[in-house]
């Protein structure tokens, strides 16, 4: 005998989803804590986030449909004049069916026969027709990645040797994590690596399409290259830097998005989320754009966070050059890969965050002590804000006084 589908009410999700975004625990701790799916959680966020409370009013989305099939197909009998009426009401449904999530449309399947039929449904492949979805989708169970205690120990190890080894390419990885005792092959650690948003700093080929869906633009910053090949921007706000890592906490991980001034290494925003998605790289841009002048050129990788509508639509409304680093060049964007290094290093590992809460609090401290009291080497022993100020002319900046406040 099968097993019974699980099923949730809309406020159930509409609970987990609000939790979520409260921002206080991580993803795997609030799937755990309610027994669902991270995946099936990470979901519903789209869902409220797109369509607001009924996203997950599934129940009455499929019974509106259902009923105007129903009621299409008793009128195809029509006059001639009703029938071209019915078409185009059918072909809306239809429309609007196929435009409904995966997740939702698979619940809309009804396999039922004989007298257990409520009602008399057409067949499995006239249904999947009909919802614009194939058997291959229908019958794809997902697999929830890197769940277990033992792939985020795995993931935490990858981000360390990330972290101290950047150049670092999955095959080397693999075999260092070999060493420590990690049984892995290098299509795993291919899936980390793209799980974790991480790339390894050097050139490779370009071995991959790029999505026609988005749009990709040039690398902007090879007119700044000096005669050792590296970028050297030599005012504030010329160019704007963003990234995106892995945090390590505790019973899970968080994702950490920053925007960088190029030439003063001032970090301009940041924030912390649960979720990597287009709504954290948005919320991160607007914040920086409301507290500071706009660059001309705001250089990102080519991740479908950045190239996506709803962030590139922020940069194009405020007139700012887009560059994105070549396909496989993490190490265009070196200046905020250097960040993550010292971030890491200083604060992350020595403290081991447990909740989000704790690593919001403690990353926004040590941001603020980078800022305004860390003395940066290629600053000539500066700190980012006394060049970025003085640089951009925007206020006084007392570099003795935000010193002493070390003390």
């Known amino acids: 005998m099968s097993r019974k589908r699980k099923s949730y009410s809309a406020d159930f999700k509409a609970k987990l989803v609000l939790e979520l975004l409260e921002g206080e625990k991580t993803l795997n701790e609030i799937a755990s804590k309610y027994e669902v799916l991270p995946k099936s959680l990470q979901d519903w966020k789209k869902q409220f986030l797109a369509n607001a409370s009924l996203a997950f009013d599934k129940s009455a989305v499929v019974k509106e449909y259902k009923e105007k099939i129903k009621e299409l197909e008793i009128q195809k009998d029509a006059t001639a004049k009703k029938l071209g009426e019915v078409i185009v009401e059918r072909d809306w449904a239809v429309g609007k069916l196929r435009s409904l999530d995966l997740s939702t449309k698979k619940e809309m399947i009804d396999t039922t026969e004989g007298v257990r039929a409520k009602t008399s449904n057409p067949s499995l492949n006239r249904q999947l027709g009909l919802l614009h979805m194939s058997k291959t989708a229908y019958y794809y169970k997902p697999v929830v990645p890197f769940e277990s ?83 050297v921007i030599t005012e504030p706000n010329r160019v704007w830097s963003t990234d995106i890592t892995y945090i390590k906490l505790q019973n899970g991980f968080a ?153």
């Open 149 to 231: 205690d033992e792939d985020r120990a795995l993931l935490n190890m990858i981000d360390k040797i990330h972290t101290k080894y950047p150049y670092y390419g999955t095959r080397r990885v693999v075999k260092l994590l070999k060493r420590v005792g990690f049984n892995v092959g290098r299509k795993l650690i291919k899936h980390a690596f793209e799980f974790m948003g991480i790339r390894s700093l050097y050139p490779k080929p370009k071995t991959t399409v790029a999505n026609r869906e988005h749009k990709k633009y040039p690398y902007l910053l090879n007119e700044f290259k000096n005669d050792n090949n590296q970028v």
């Open 255 to 407: 994702y950490l998005a920053a925007i960088i001034d190029w030439h003063t290494k001032k970090i301009l925003s940041w924030r912390l989320s649960n979720t990597m998605d287009v709504r954290l790289t948005t919320s991160v841009l607007q914040d920086a754009l409301s507290k500071y002048p706009k660059p001309e050129i705001f250089n990102t990788d080519q991740g479908s966070q950045y190239t996506a509508k709803a962030h590139v639509e922020i940069l194009v409304k405020h007139n700012i050059s887009i560059s994105m680093d070549a396909k496989g060049r993490s190490i265009d964007n070196i200046v905020i890969e250097r960040f993550w290094r010292s971030l890491k290093y200083e604060d992350v590992y020595p403290k081991s965050y447990t909740t989000l809460r704790e690593a919001r609090r403690g990353i926004g401290e040590y941001i603020d002590l980078y800022n305004s009291q860390r003395l940066h080497s290629a600053l000539d022993y500066k700190t980012p804000d006394e060049v970025y100020y003085q640089g951009a002319n925007n206020r006084c900046y007392d570099a003795k006084k935000a010193l002493l406040e070390v003390a």
